[in-house]
């Protein structure tokens, strides 16, 4: 290669990039944000005291409970919690790296995978459209192992999608995701794999006949293997048993179980505005997309969509794994809307009137008690909410005068981008127990916490809140003790978390009161006699 031909690779290469980084620009104040972090207790807030104590004990085989391993779930997560704490420092912020990384892959796998099936146009679009799914967002700012979940089964399925060239680096991918998705999510990762099966079998010639994709398979299994293997050598078949038997409850309990329709109503909701438009652009794909675009577009996700169904258990988070493809029905949508309304002002009217009620809706299911996103609200997401109200309703008034597409689609997306941003930075996404995280920086309490381990005295089964608070609670001391059925077990002197109720037993009126109130109910801190 010539000096000049090398110089204007280079410049390609540099250009490319630089285009790259202009492109992901406007995904970070959606995934980073200037609010005060504190965590949800269930289910984040489990994972992340797992993986403390996994870093504390420097006990990397089992999931932990105080000192008890809990075979309940796989530690994938908890893993990269807690590596994420040993590099960055144990905070919350570390706690949520992961996810957020995850986050920026699957954004960019999304995009991949619209590029590839639906030309250049859709890719950014798509990738786009699902940053700006209340949804997504959600999880993107939740230390759980949804998000990690869901890049790996996106990297799948782009990795199924692009072997078809018989790169070694697809196949090896295509079949290097399925090991670490299991210890991130366990034997529920055999939904999405079904899901895929029928794009499996399109590409069998491809992937059975490679090397790549046997050593893919076999290296991402390996870890899961000595997991496993090292798990049932220390603590018996009965305690790693722990993992079906999860599996058992959740597919025969009434706890998290709904009704067959549960996501046909659930998944809309939580992706609103979008939700209307990637109906639209499902319906105009139904008749476009075949052989690979349909396996991938529609059988894929409306196959998924029918096994999470059919499973017992019902959460907000299993949809999750099928906003990308939502998104991607979104961009199609939303792309005939910007070609079609330029020259039809009243489709723009309606489309505008429909987006906006469904918007409207989607708040007030985020900010009524008992939203369906299960968010505490911080103090100021109120205003802010009137902000993004104002922010989007400028955005979409300015639409009838785009005379272009590219401009109707930025009209479109400008006013999300400011109301999601606005969020983001005001700490709804990421401030989940505000209250509480105020609580225990007062300036009576905190020193008391940072100065000695705090034991926690629990002798009967926890009521739901109770358990969750005290999940948070721990997370809140700086140095966590033992947890001890009764004021007896306590040394002389010594501070705990007691329930508010147990301070009336026998036993443990000897306790002295330290700190207690509606933010830390029902818990409060005591100290044991000092013996003198």
Not at 61 to 81: C, E, H, K, S, Y
Not at 260 to 267: A, D, K
Request: a positive charge.
């Amino acid at each position: 290669m010539t000096s000049n031909k090398r110089y204007k690779a280079g410049l390609f290469s540099y250009t490319s990039a630089l285009f790259l980084w202009w492109r992901a620009l406007p995904f970070v104040p959606l995934l980073l944000s200037i609010a005060p972090r504190s965590y949800l207790a269930h289910d984040e807030g489990y994972y992340a005291l797992q993986a403390r104590w996994i870093q504390e004990s420097g006990q990397w085989l089992a999931p932990l409970w105080w000192d008890q391993p809990l075979f309940d779930r796989t530690v994938g997560v908890q893993w990269l919690i807690a590596s994420s704490q040993q590099l960055f420092g144990a905070n919350s912020w570390a706690a949520h790296l992961p996810s957020l990384l995850a986050a920026a892959l699957a954004l960019a796998f999304t995009a991949g995978l619209a590029h590839r099936l639906l030309g250049p146009g859709l890719g950014w679009l798509s990738a786009a459209v699902l940053a700006l799914t209340p949804l997504f967002i959600n999880y993107a700012h939740l230390a759980s192992q949804d998000m990690p979940l869901l890049a790996l089964e996106l990297l799948g399925a782009l990795a199924l999608l692009r072997a078809e060239n018989r790169s070694r680096g697809w196949s090896f991918a295509a079949g290097a995701w399925l090991g670490p998705a299991f210890l991130i999510k366990g034997f529920m990762v055999a939904l999405p794999v079904l899901a895929l099966l029928p794009f499996l079998l399109l590409r069998r010639r491809v992937l059975l006949r490679s090397a790549a994709f046997w050593s893919g398979l076999l290296l991402g299994w390996l870890p899961v293997g000595l997991w496993l293997g090292l798990s049932l050598q220390h603590y018996g078949a009965g305690v790693v048993g722990g993992l079906l038997d999860k599996l058992l409850f959740l597919s025969e309990s009434d706890v998290y179980s709904a009704g067959p329709l549960y996501y046909f109503w659930n998944i809309p909701a939580n992706c609103a505005p979008w939700s209307l438009v990637a109906l639209a652009g499902l319906v105009w794909g139904l008749r476009r997309w075949r052989s690979e675009q349909g396996l991938l577009l529609l059988v894929y996700p409306l196959g998924l969509l029918l096994l999470l169904s059919c499973f017992r258990t019902k959460t907000p988070y299993y949809g999750l794994q099928l906003t990308p493809f939502l998104a991607i029905w979104a961009a199609s949508g939303l792309r005939l809307f910007a070609q079609s309304g330029i020259a039809r002002p009243r489709a723009i009217a309606w489309s505008i009137a429909g987006l906006g009620v469904l918007l409207c809706l989607a708040g007030a299911l985020v900010l009524l008690p008992g939203n369906l996103l299960q968010l505490e609200i911080p103090p100021l997401a109120p205003a802010l909410l009137g902000l993004a109200a104002l922010a989007l309703g400028l955005s979409w008034a300015l639409l009838p005068q785009q005379r272009t597409p590219k401009r109707v689609l930025a009209a479109v997306l400008i006013g999300p981008w400011l109301a999601l941003s606005l969020l983001v930075q005001g700490g709804l996404f990421s401030d989940r127990s505000p209250a509480l995280r105020q609580a225990l920086s007062d300036g009576a309490i905190q020193p008391l916490l940072a100065a000695e381990p705090v034991a926690v005295i629990s002798g009967s089964p926890l009521s739901g809140q109770a358990h969750a608070q005290l999940i948070l609670l721990a997370l809140g001391t700086p140095q966590l003790g033992a947890k001890v059925e009764s004021a007896a077990a306590l040394e002389p002197g010594r501070l705990a978390w007691i329930e508010t109720a147990a301070l009336q037993d026998s036993a443990n009126r000897e306790l002295i009161p330290l700190a207690s109130g509606d933010d830390l109910a029902p818990w409060t801190l005591v100290r044991s006699p000092s013996g003198n």
